[in-house]
């Protein structure tokens, strides 16, 4: 997409009313990039929005408790033997992704199974070439590391055929059994649950006045779905305005974020109060651009990840680097629930139907940890699985 430019003073009126009607298309665009209240909008609103921000103090507050008791199953099927599962992932670069891998064979070594870990390196051939190979290994169980299964329908139909159970993680936008696309669990917190508190956290924070960038990836459903969520909550606050909602490929990370960061700080600048990304890892290719325009590591912008929380992620924030907080996904949990749902489908029992609640991760509950990983639910597993 082409950037505005200061016009030269004296240029012609032609040359003026082409740029209003700029300015004006991206106003109304407003889905892929530029405000979607206007590029003037302010970062402030007349009043905030007490009601909401009272709400929105008081979840943040219980979603930043770091003694919560397990509250995941505690029966099931004793370990099925001798099982193999491969886990397929849309690419190990995904902080996310790779963090569910560690679990998954981690638990995988409790309950005696062996796992292979193929990487679709987030392209379409890709992913596709690595659920292919995957279904031509015969396992037990298969995951879908997060991609979206429609990407892959060819592959999935043949993996059904075969009678392979699938299970996803962030596969699709809802937790639980899924009929379409056929998967026996997808595992996930709560997608809704995700957005509203990070959005939350930005309207507590701010006090009900903030201006905010939005980072996803609306190349994955299930991202572009938490996207348009948190856009929806923090619509909730008048005081608070979207600024622009930026679409930026995960792979692709690395070499846009740095330079559409500088774009947006001459853009907004002081405007941009907070960003709400769907992945902690926009904010690690943020930094060195936001270090080169010489604004503090405490923030502005304070930018919370509304998703993963990998170690990176954590260091960033108990150093004050230009992240504040973290929506963090309990990955290692996740990889033993994931076992844990392919030894309910191989044992014949239906889906488990656990979700993890959400959790905020900052400077002042994180204590030096390089990831969420709640208490409870390693033994509760063994003590199911019979280890």
Known sequence: ??????????????????????VAATALA?????????????????????????????????????????????????????KTIVYVAQTMTNPGVAGVAQGVKEAARVIGWKVRVIDGEGTPAGIQAALSDAVALRPSGIVIGGFDPDSTSQQLARATAARIPLVGWHAVASPGPSGHPRLFSNVTTDVGDVASISAQWVIARSHGHAGVVLFTDASIPFAKHKSELIRKALAACSGVRLLTYENIPIPDASSRTPREVSFLLARFGSRWTDSVAINDLYFADAAPALRAAGTKGSGPPFNIGAGDGDPSAFQRIDSGQYQAATVPEPLSLQGWQILDEFNRAFSGRPASGYVAPVHISTEHNSKGATAWDPSGYREAYRRIWGT
């Not at 082409?2 to 209003?20: D, E, F, M, Q, Y």
């Not at 892929?32 to 008081?58: D, F, H, I, L, M």
Request: proline share 9%; aromatic share 2%.
């Open 30 to 82: 407003g889905c892929e990039r530029g405000s979607s209240n206007g590029p003037g909008a302010a970062a402030t609103g007349p009043s905030g929005c007490p009601a909401v921000q009272a709400e929105a103090q008081a979840a943040v507050t219980r979603a930043e408790k770091t003694d919560v008791p397990w509250n995941g199953p505690t029966s099931g099927p004793a370990a099925v033997h001798g």
């Open 1 to 22: 997409m082409h950037r505005n430019r200061k016009a030269v003073p004296g240029v012609v009126t032609a040359r003026s009313v082409s740029l209003a009607l700029l």
